[in-house]
């Protein structure tokens, strides 16, 4: 019996130990439990504060996106500020060209009043023409048609020859057979040398003129020529061994379309009369 009492006592400290720790575990978690409510008003407090900074932040923001426009509008201003800079300087820059271009042709019309005043005389005045009214290119009676070297389609190095070499003393006037309208003037070191091409008025033929004398030249492109104006001075410019006037004659136009070089021998015979 005492045995069973002391067996119900033990039991009894073991039910109390083992209800101690229930006990505290749950007096513990009641404020935990009570606390719950603690964090709604903590929050709530927060969310005054939150309010505030909001306020404080969307002010912020405001006058982050004001200076962010200031300053777009300032570089829109600065670019627009550099395009007009750069337009200014365009159209001085254009102005200054123009004024340079005036300057240059004024200064050439000048040189070539220059050089026509210069110019020596054509030595034959009387101007020999055929009955197509067409003068001899090479002014005077001292010059020469060459041999066979010198013929239309004669053997070049590379190519054949497409016109007819008439040589004379250099310096003799090269004179328009027609009347006409001058299309190029042109150098070209390795070949033609100093050259005009002139389309003839009224017909379907250029005639160029090739190693004129550098400097001798008169005319200039667009320019109308009457027959028998001396052009330039007979020269060796670019590939050529001695005082000589390469002459052709297209019919169609000087490398143009359709435009082919044709024999100008018969030509020059006709117009030396
Ligand atoms: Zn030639």
Do not use: C
Request: avoid cysteine; aromatic fraction near 6%.
């Amino acid at each position: 019996m005492r045995r069973f009492a002391l067996i119900l006592a033990t039991a009894a400290v073991a039910l109390l130990v083992a209800a101690a720790p229930a006990a505290a575990q749950s007096t513990y978690t009641s404020p935990a439990g009570g606390g719950a409510g603690a964090p709604e008003t903590d929050s709530a407090g927060t969310g005054g504060a939150s309010a505030g900074m909001l306020e404080a932040e969307a002010k912020a923001e405001a006058e982050r996106k004001a200076a962010a426009k200031r300053r777009a509008a300032a570089k829109r201003r600065a670019a627009a500020k550099r395009r007009a800079a750069v337009a200014k300087r365009r159209a001085a820059r254009r102005a200054a060209a123009r004024k340079r271009a005036r300057a240059k042709a004024r200064a050439r019309a000048r040189a070539r009043a220059k050089r026509r005043a210069q110019a020596p005389a054509a030595p034959a005045p009387t101007v020999p023409t055929d009955a197509t009214g067409h003068v001899f290119p090479v002014a005077g009676s001292n010059y020469s048609l060459g041999g066979p070297d010198s013929r239309f389609g004669a053997g070049r190095p590379g190519h054949i020859h497409q016109g007819q070499d008439v040589s004379a003393a250099l310096g003799t006037p090269i004179l328009a057979p027609t009347a006409g309208t001058v299309r190029y003037v042109k150098f070209q070191a390795e070949g033609a040398g100093y050259y005009i091409v002139l389309a003839g008025a009224g017909e379907d033929r250029d005639y160029v003129f090739m190693h004129l004398r550098k400097g001798s030249i008169l005319v200039e492109p667009g320019e109308t020529v009457g027959r028998g104006e001396q052009i330039a001075q007979m020269g060796s410019t670019g590939r050529s061994s001695g005082p000589h006037l390469h002459f052709e004659i297209w019919v169609g136009g000087w490398y143009v379309k359709g435009g082919k070089p044709v024999d100008p021998l018969p030509f020059l015979l006709a117009w030396r009369g």
